[in-house]
């Protein structure tokens, strides 16, 4: 079968850096993508990760290793509007995005 | 440039009756996919259009879920008769076709509660 997992809930203080994993079992591997979804809001999408190693972009980053079908998500000097919560999806080899249950984190002041 | 635009955002029915929700995706989009969120569950896939031809609708769940896409542009998906197990946020999202890499812009959402 295929699964996704990452934590349900983080929380973490704001200006503090907080990784989020993801772990998968998919049928096939053509991508990772992270998503961010502010409550009652759409999805929007944050990075891709197709090879192996870091993707930085601003204060957001993405790591994968295939090999461990893992990845992290990982976030800088957090703010406030940081708080939402945070999707992993893998596309497999029907080119569906297999979504994880989503991590809400939770910034702090 | 617009979003991906749902309608309506939320919906109550009782059980047994028939309601559609439409998904406007992003003008110019070829593909377009409907997704669900049950309660407590991930975000599941259900459908995908290519233009106006259903390209894969392995993630419906029954016959009682009907989808559209006329003219290849804003898509339809009923639910008739609607069921409690029914009840979720049944997203929508857009793409343009670039291969493995190609990322999906997503609507808000419309939050269905049968009743």
């Known amino acids: 079968g295929q699964n996704i997992d990452q934590p349900t809930e983080m929380t973490a203080t704001e200006g503090a850096i907080v990784q989020i994993n993801c772990t998968y079992q998919t049928s096939g591997f053509n991508g990772l993508f992270w998503y961010q979804q502010h409550a009652g809001e759409a999805p929007t999408f944050l990075s891709y990760?197709?090879?192996?190693g870091l993707e930085e972009k601003g204060r957001f980053s993405s790591f994968l290793s295939r090999s461990k079908g893992y990845s992290y998500l990982l976030l800088k000097e957090l703010q406030m509007k940081d708080s939402a919560s945070y999707l992993c999806a893998v596309r497999d080899n029907t080119g569906k995005l297999i979504f994880g249950q989503g991590t809400t984190l939770q910034v702090k002041p | 440039e617009a979003g991906v635009t749902q309608f309506p955002s939320h919906s109550v029915i009782e059980k047994g009756q028939t309601v559609t929700l439409r998904c406007d995706p992003i003008s110019g989009h070829d593909n377009l996919y409907w997704y669900r969120r049950v309660m407590g569950k991930e975000i599941k896939f259900l459908l995908h259009?290519?233009?106006?031809?259903?390209?894969?609708e392995s993630g419906m769940p029954n016959n009682r879920f009907l989808a559209e896409r006329t003219g290849g542009t804003y898509s339809t998906l009923k639910v008739q008769p609607a069921e409690l197990e029914d009840s979720g946020v049944y997203f929508c999202?857009?793409?343009?076709?670039?291969?493995?890499?190609?990322?999906?812009?997503f609507g808000s959402g419309t939050q269905l509660s049968v009743l």
């Open positions: 999202a857009s793409s343009q076709p670039t291969g493995y890499s190609e990322k999906l812009f």
């Open positions: 259009f290519v233009k106006e031809s259903k390209q894969d």
């Open positions: 990760n197709v090879l192996d």
